[in-house]
């Protein structure tokens, strides 16, 4: 599309983009991201790329907070797509269908341990507050514990369970009967625990929290609390899915296997919207019992299953997980540079596979680390709960030239504020 | 034709099965209701009686004000209670009647399902 | 293996459904299974074209479920679903924070063509994801909490939406729910005017209640609500999740009425039947609330590039094809077909209702609904009951159904309510 066009008509589409975005969009918002360098317009995308109308390329590495891991406009799932247009549409959420049926025997194999049933939806938060409701419903309990700066999606159920109050406030009455404690330390949990907690939630990687890794012990501990306690362990896995960490999934690490998992994101593919809530069979008597009582119209459609069929055929078939082991061994060794070069500026290196953090020594250099990555051919953005923390979550099909290239825009970019200063606390 | 005395066995083998089946009473835990069942080709009519999902009490005729009530033949009746046949495509093609909301038919659904689940 | 162009052989077709029931059995969920079994409903769909659907036996069925109405365009609408390929040589989803472009294009069409001033767009996947963004503006906007909605409304199953649901069955498993919900009867201006409080900061209503039972609310009703809202400075929220995109006759119900609410939520058909796509439109008041809280509301698929240039193309579509003209005309042919109807079975019809092809046939008894589901299936039409009434059967076919289409439609219902008559006289004679 954009290589036809010339500058100027280049240049005229971006304005009238940043013109529309702002009159009925959300102009804050606009402003925003153009002050931080980010009022990029993606014309071409492909794999660890995007590029801007104007033609300019850039490293993505926001890729959606993870929805991208088999790459941007990945030509596989591009003709899974196409292939699936020819016969089908969304098809009716009430009906059975083999995409549906061939996806979600996909999902059991690939998933660890027992993990069976799926509920498909079409957001990550849908996917939560599925899990959440299964968990009510199931044991008959009523509170939910979740973490601290935990993200789990601004639906109602997920949003309660968030661990951030700025996602709440302006909203008035949450769904009862959540408590948040700190992660990574068990003790809270097991005091936090009573005879009405139905389930605790978790990302075994924080993600918009700031990246930050649970440990294995705090996990299997987990497991043990919730066994002792009928207690339902859910693993929102949305960013953590799907060879992001180094695994097929976050939990293949500690080998712990929940009640729920949940997974969105990367499952479409960069393509198409679909998530699922997957459950072990016991709990699907349940969803027996109460039948037709969790619907999604746009859940699990046709095209959305072709999708996420062909996006676990690419991962698998290409090795993404360790692949991203090893690109992000590769980061590693340029961090740990950066570490030393810049200790007034990078405090600590936080990672698993491809899901890094880069900690700040304080808040506003996240921000402007984002601009002058912009400036270098880099997208960043700090995390959504932390912005001392830069998150770094390119593409899985990123290769080593690429990963090269974003150390390299990351030692440019902190030299600049080094030079420019004002980098102290306050 | 079934007798009443064979839907009363009936019901009493169905009951049995029900509470007998730890599965089942664990999924319908949260279910309290009043069911009637009347059989349309002799007078006779029966009551049963569910807490948290047990079957606490069978009565003949009606007693209490029912939330379910079910009307077949005799026979069906006794069909049914044994597991002979899916009470649900019956009371689609007409057969058997049911009267309460679409959820607690579903409910007795789940029953069979269960218990026979090859029916 | 293509399902729909290759001929395959009854082994084939016999094989493909034995794998993918036990799929569905063993991996998704077997009591529905069992369910669509039972209710005969055990359709696997194979093509898809215009109004109709074919089981992959090739059995051909004139769709009048359409998924409670997300393919107002038509199933698999050629011109659509050649947009989006054409889109895929260029596009994917896009990033969730970046300014996409085609979002504003067609957040700036929704303004053009909703009511009113409704002006700004916030995305997202499903209906009831936009219902929340609804709930949550309305709160976030007017500093209350309160919401007002109707008995037997239905807005989705998510923790801002579920409250909003006027049904028991769907929350009380999952109690305790977001507090704050009040529901009144619906068509009844003085249970709003009762139930207004200090705290009220929005009515969310259904301008025709779908799986309520087809209900329609009186255009007085809703030109009353608009002023009680007004003078109380209350948000007036229009969820036109089944109703908009032509399907009553008009390109949103709410112009029937001239009324118009202060944000509107949209879903099902604004995609034309392809990719999930959701919004809630809103006024330029409303979004001060987000210029102080511009990521406040936030999700990774709400309208990706690939969604908005397909929801163009569906608009486009509707606009060309007249398809709120034409579903006017072909809902008075059916309107006429299923009067004579009732006057044909007045023990069995109570009523026959509904605007444009949004319409539904009422029953004496909670059982006829599933059965007559399950008869019209027998004759060739595929239409479920609405869930939160079983009595109302829904005829909720696609806007590209063709005169002969409604008369088959018709005929159809003639054969299945003569079977259920038949069935009825039967038990009555035991
Ligand atoms: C860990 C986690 N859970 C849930 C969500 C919510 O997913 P969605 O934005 O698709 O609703 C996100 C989104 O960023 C996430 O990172
Ligand atoms: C009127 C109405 N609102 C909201 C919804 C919820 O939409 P979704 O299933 O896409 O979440 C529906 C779905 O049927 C609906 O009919």
């Known amino acids: 599309m954009a290589a036809q066009l010339t500058k100027g008509q280049r240049d005229e589409i971006k304005k009238q983009a940043l013109d529309d975005f702002s009159r009925y969009v959300n102009p804050q918002k606009a402003r925003v991201l153009k002050n931080a360098g980010l009022d990029i317009i993606e014309g071409k995308r492909e794999g660890a790329a995007v590029w801007d109308i104007t033609g300019k390329k850039y490293i993505d590495c926001i890729t959606s907070a993870g929805s991208f891991n088999v790459g941007r406009r990945n030509p596989e799932i591009i003709d899974a797509l196409k292939k699936a247009l020819d016969e089908y549409d969304l098809g009716v959420f009430l009906l059975c269908s083999k995409p549906k049926a061939d996806l979600a025997k996909r999902l059991a194999e690939i998933t660890p341990g027992d993990l069976q049933y799926v509920m498909y939806g079409s957001g990550g938060g849908e996917a939560n507050d599925f899990a959440i409701k299964l968990a009510r419903g199931y044991t008959m309990k009523n509170d939910v514990i979740s973490t601290l700066k935990a993200y789990h999606g601004h639906t109602g159920f997920s949003l309660a369970a968030i661990g951030r109050d700025e996602y709440r406030k302006p909203f008035g009455s949450m769904v009862p009967g959540y408590k948040h404690v700190p992660y990574n330390n068990l003790a809270a949990m097991e005091e936090a625990v009573t005879e009405d907690t139905a389930a605790i939630i978790i990302e075994l990687v924080q993600g918009e929290g700031g990246i930050h890794l649970a440990t294995d012990d705090y996990v299997k501990g987990l497991r043990k609390l919730c066994d002792d306690h009928e207690v339902l362990l859910i693993f929102d896995e949305i960013q953590t899915g799907f060879g992001r960490t180094g695994k097929m999934f976050c939990c293949d690490y500690s080998g712990v296997v929940p009640d729920i998992l949940t997974i969105a994101k990367s499952l479409g593919g960069a393509l198409y919207p679909i998530s699922a809530t997957v459950y072990r069979e016991e709990l699907g008597d349940f969803v027996m019992t109460h039948a037709f009582t969790h619907l999604s119209t746009f859940g699990g459609s046709d095209i959305g299953c072709m999708v996420g069929l062909a996006v676990i055929d690419f991962i698998v078939k290409n090795k993404l997980p360790e692949h991203a082991a090893k690109m992000g061994e590769r980061f590693q060794k340029g961090f740990d540079e950066l570490l030393t070069r810049y200790p007034e500026l990078l405090m600590e290196v936080r990672r698993k596979g491809l899901m890094m953090g880069l900690q700040y020594t304080n808040d506003s250099i996240g921000p402007r680390m984002s601009y002058q990555l912009a400036q270098n051919g880099v997208m960043a953005i700090y995390t959504g709960n932390e912005p001392s923390v830069m998150r770094l979550m390119p593409s899985l099909v990123i290769q080593e030239d690429e990963v090269d290239f974003v150390v390299d825009a990351l030692d440019k970019s902190m030299s600049e504020i080094m030079k420019q200063g004002g980098i102290e606390k306050y | ?119 | 293996m293509s399902i729909i162009d290759d001929i395959l052989s009854k082994t084939d077709m016999d094989e493909i459904r034995k794998e993918t029931e036990e799929n569905y059995r063993q991996y998704v969920n077997p009591f529905a299974l069992r369910m669509f079994k039972n209710a005969s409903l055990d359709i696997i769909e194979g093509k898809r074209e215009g109004a109709s659907v074919w089981d992959i036996s090739g059995q051909k069925y004139i769709d009048c479920v359409t998924g409670a109405g997300i393919f107002n365009v038509g199933r698999h609408n050629k011109e659509i679903v050649e947009g989006l390929k054409k889109a895929l040589d260029t596009y994917d989803m896009g990033g969730w924070i970046s300014i996409v472009r085609e979002r504003g294009i067609l957040a700036k069409k929704l303004a053009e063509i909703t009511p009113g001033d409704l002006k700004y767009s916030l995305f997202c996947c499903g209906g009831g994801e936009a219902i929340e963004v609804a709930v949550k503006l309305a709160r976030g906007h007017t500093d209350k909490t309160e919401i007002i909605c109707m008995e037997n409304g239905y807005h989705g199953v998510t923790g801002f939406a579920l409250p909003a649901t006027g049904r028991d069955v769907y929350k009380q498993p999952f109690a305790p729910l977001t507090p704050g919900y009040r529901h009144v009867r619906y068509n009844d201006i003085g249970a709003v005017e009762e139930a207004i409080t200090e705290e009220t900061a929005a009515v969310l209503l259904e301008p025709i209640q779908g799986e309520g039972g087809i209900i329609p609310a009186d255009d007085a009703y809703l030109r009353q609500l608009r002023e009680l809202c007004t003078k109380n400075e209350i948000l007036l929220v229009f969820d036109e999740v089944q109703t908009g995109f032509g399907r009553t006759g008009k390109m949103f119900c709410a112009e029937h009425s001239g009324v118009n609410p202060d944000i509107m939520v949209l879903a099902k058909s604004l995609s034309g039947g392809l990719y999930p796509l959701s919004c809630a439109v809103f006024t330029e008041e409303i979004a001060e609330f987000l210029m102080t809280h511009p990521f406040i509301i936030i999700n990774s698929f709400g309208g990706t590039s690939l969604a908005c240039l397909v929801a163009l193309a569906t608009i486009e579509y509707i606009e060309n094809n007249d398809l709120p003209g034409h579903a006017t005309r072909m809902g008075g042919r059916f309107m006429a077909g299923l009067s004579a109807l009732k006057g044909k079975y007045p023990k069995l019809v109570l009523d026959v209702r509904g605007r444009g092809l949004m319409l539904g046939m009422e029953f004496p008894e909670d059982s006829i609904g599933p059965r007559m589901a399950y008869q019209l299936k027998q004759n060739g039409v595929i239409s479920i009951y609405t869930f939160n009434n079983p009595r109302i059967i829904r005829i909720m076919p696609t806007l590209v159904i063709t005169e002969q289409e409604v008369d088959f439609v018709l005929e159809a219902f003639d054969r299945s309510l003569a079977e259920i008559s038949k069935q009825e006289e039967k038990n009555a004679a035991r």
């Not at chain 2, 899916?86 to 789940?110: A, C, F, H, S």
């Open chain 2, 1 to 119: 034709m079934a007798t009443g005395d064979e839907i009363w066995e009936a019901l009493a083998d169905f009951t049995e099965q029900c509470n007998n089946n730890k599965r089942l009473r664990k999924m319908q835990r949260d279910w309290t209701k009043i069911l009637h069942f009347k059989a349309i080709d002799m007078d006779d009519s029966f009551t049963m009686k569910v807490v948290e999902g047990e079957i606490v009490k069978n009565d003949k005729g009606t007693v209490g004000t029912p939330d379910i009530i079910v009307e077949t033949d005799s026979e069906t009746m006794c069909d049914m209670f044994w597991g002979d046949i899916n009470p649900t495509q019956k009371y689609l093609r007409g057969e058997i009647k049911v009267k309460g909301t679409q959820e607690d038919v579903m409910r007795i659904d789940v029953i069979t399902a269960v218990i026979w689940p090859e029916v």
